[in-house]
């Protein structure tokens, strides 16, 4: 391969590796609101205030405060949930299209009836997303209205990190997604909808999400760390398809020797030069 060719194509997915990491960094600050849950153990939900971002205070019923995150109590008739608003730009510009939704779960019970998720709204019946384990299911799903089941069972006294996005475009159909304990290597680009999902589903979103629910039936099952974004970056995942790992050393390998063989060339005493008639080299 023609040496300039080389070091130019190492330049140029170097810059790109180096671009889409500073890209990476600064879609993190996207985040539109955020509860970690610090509240007193054994106060309900209920009227907590804490985080960034809301636009209210928590409601709900039957979610109280235990171990530092609010579970689904011991009293009250299910569903047990909080319910809070939040500040989302896109409710005065539409063209902040997407929005991502990042939660741990955890639940001492998973029969076929039990459920915990999450979902979006915007006033009483326009709804966006839900994702968890739905009763009827073993299975994470993410939906609104239908439902696309992943194959991971949500299995009890298991920590799960979920994260749930989609993209408002009222008057096209699009698709949902969900990440069920995503990776360093898990992304979505926002421009082209590429994506590492364990489920997407085909589904339809007219209105900007205004509050989102926490919900549950089982007693114990909890929420924590919530997070809500409008890009990838926001909840921790790329805004592009991240090379493999074992891609990396093949990639610095090249850069190391295209610098090699440029300083061994520049100490040459004068220029290499090839007969065309003879093949004879000769050293001017």
């Not at 809070?84 to 896109?90: M, S």
């Not at 890009?231 to 790329?238: R, T």
């Amino acid at each position: 391969m023609n040496l300039n060719i080389l070091r130019k194509t190492v330049v140029v997915l170097c810059l790109a590796l180096v671009s889409a990491c500073m890209d990476t960094v600064s879609l993190k600050a996207d985040i539109l609101a955020i509860d970690s849950f610090s509240y007193p153990d054994g106060e309900t939900l209920y009227g907590q205030n804490g985080g960034t971002g809301w636009a209210s205070i928590w409601t709900g019923s039957g979610m109280v405060m235990q171990g530092g995150r609010p579970i689904g109590g011991p009293v009250g008739n299910p569903p047990l949930y909080g319910s809070r608003n939040f500040n989302n730009p896109a409710l005065g510009d539409p063209a902040l299209e997407w929005l991502f939704v990042s939660i741990e779960l955890n639940s001492p019970s998973s029969g076929i009836d039990d459920y915990f998720g999450v979902s979006t709204g915007l006033g009483v019946n326009n709804s966006q997303i839900a994702f968890g384990k739905r009763a009827g299911s073993p299975y994470f799903e993410v939906g609104n209205g239908g439902w696309g089941a992943s194959n991971i069972v949500a299995t009890a006294n298991t920590t799960w990190h979920l994260i749930g996005a989609y993209r408002l475009r009222p008057s096209l159909s699009d698709t949902l997604y969900l990440w069920v304990n995503p990776d360093g290597a898990d992304f979505l680009d926002p421009l082209t909808g590429a994506n590492s999902a364990d489920v997407t589903s085909p589904d339809f979103v007219a209105f900007p999400a205004g509050h989102v629910n926490l919900y549950t039936n089982v007693r114990g099952a909890g929420f924590d760390n919530l997070v809500i974004s409008n890009s990838p970056g926001g909840v921790g995942l790329s805004s592009f398809a991240v090379p493999e790992p074992a891609s990396l050393p093949v990639l610095l390998f090249l850069s190391m020797w295209v610098v090699g063989r440029r300083k061994n060339l520049s100490e040459c005493p004068s220029a290499i030069l090839l007969s065309g008639d003879s093949g004879q080299r000769m050293l001017s």
